[in-house]
């Protein structure tokens, strides 16, 4: 087996990757909660009454800096939301940096700068680190990990039949805006990624419904909006039925889309979450979603089905029905 870049896309093939060759390597062992083989965006460990969450990602965007945001934001935001999305408050960051030799201290200064705003903005310390520098070019790769605490910890594998499905807000800003800057597509109005911690829009809807009326979350990073759902559904064995007219996209980002060819609904979002509620609770929870400022736009978008275990249905604009298939992987390579 070779390792090609679409093992670490999100999507089919990364699912494949982890499956056959990193799982069957690895002795699991769940710690009591969540563990590595529930393939979820944490691992849970109980502590008394309460339960500590732990996550950690790495981060290898091109280029370092992009419209909306940079790798450094990039980095808190993606383990944030990894804890926020499994119903923890973040307590602590730790990063590692590996940086090729020669890169620019003004650059470095720049990323820790934006890290250090990030984290203010949630807010959580950044409390431990390490750096390494190599001799090969690769730019900076930032690794983060983060430790959260839940009171009721959320898998991505809760979704009940009847249940209403919600986004936070537009779908494929990341992935868009990053492919049309290396493209250079420009519009009248500039392309930004949604890069942003959203631990206040999930913690305001909890406030809200309560902890245990949510069912599912999952943040919809590398495969987008489709492998997010996809892995919702087969994970509870349901059918999740969407509506594409209720699918919030901005019209630059559907206009890009259609000029690269790419479906919004595939490519990496860093700054929302998908979140599945139950039914008599939807409308309080889409409120609530809306007063915060990163989740202005959020949207009920579709609700769980019995029929079609482990599929997402997507009626379209016109009352057609189709399968939103899951992606073999981001069609927008190191997009996080």
């Not at 804890?83 to 020669?102: K, N, T, Y």
């Amino acid at each position: 087996m070779k390792i090609r870049l679409e093992h670490g896309a999100g999507g089919e093939l990364m699912e494949e990757l982890i499956r056959d060759v990193i799982l069957k390597n690895i002795r699991l062992n769940s710690a009591g909660g969540i563990g590595l083989e529930a393939l979820d965006d944490g691992a849970t460990i109980p502590l008394g009454d309460k339960h500590l969450v732990f996550t950690i990602d790495g981060h290898t965007v091109k280029p370092l800096f992009f419209p909306g945001g940079d790798i450094g934001r990039l980095a808190v935001s993606g383990t944030v939301n990894d804890l926020a999305v499994m119903g923890a408050r973040p307590l602590a960051l730790a990063s590692s940096l590996i940086i090729g030799e020669g890169f620019d201290g003004a650059d470095l200064e720049r990323i820790l700068k934006s890290m250090n705003d990030t984290a203010e903005e949630v807010p959580v310390p950044i409390v431990t680190g390490d750096t390494k520098v190599v001799e090969d070019e690769i730019g900076i790769f930032v690794i983060t990990a983060g430790i959260g605490i839940a009171e009721r910890p959320i898998s991505d594998a809760g979704a009940r039949v009847g249940d209403a499905v919600l986004v936070s807000g537009t779908i494929g800003d990341h992935g868009i805006a990053l492919m049309s800057h290396r493209e250079g597509i420009s519009f009248e109005t500039e392309l930004k990624s949604d890069v942003a911690p959203i631990w206040d829009v999930v913690e305001t809807v909890a406030k809200t419904i309560g902890w245990e009326n949510i069912h599912a979350m999952k943040d919809p990073t590398r495969g987008g909006l489709s492998n997010a759902l996809n892995e919702m559904a087969r994970k509870a064995s349901v059918g999740i039925l969407v509506r594409e007219s209720d699918i919030p996209i901005r019209p630059e980002v559907k206009a890009a889309s259609e000029m690269l060819g790419i479906s919004p609904y595939e490519v990496a979002n860093e700054g929302k979450v998908v979140m599945i509620v139950a039914k008599e609770y939807a409308e309080d929870a889409l409120e609530a979603m809306r007063k915060t400022e990163k989740g202005r736009n959020a949207a009920i978008i579709g609700e769980v089905i019995k029929d079609y275990p482990g599929k997402v249905i997507l009626e379209t604009g016109i009352g057609g029905k189709r399968f939103m298939e899951p992606p073999i992987g981001d069609p927008v390579p190191r997009v996080c």
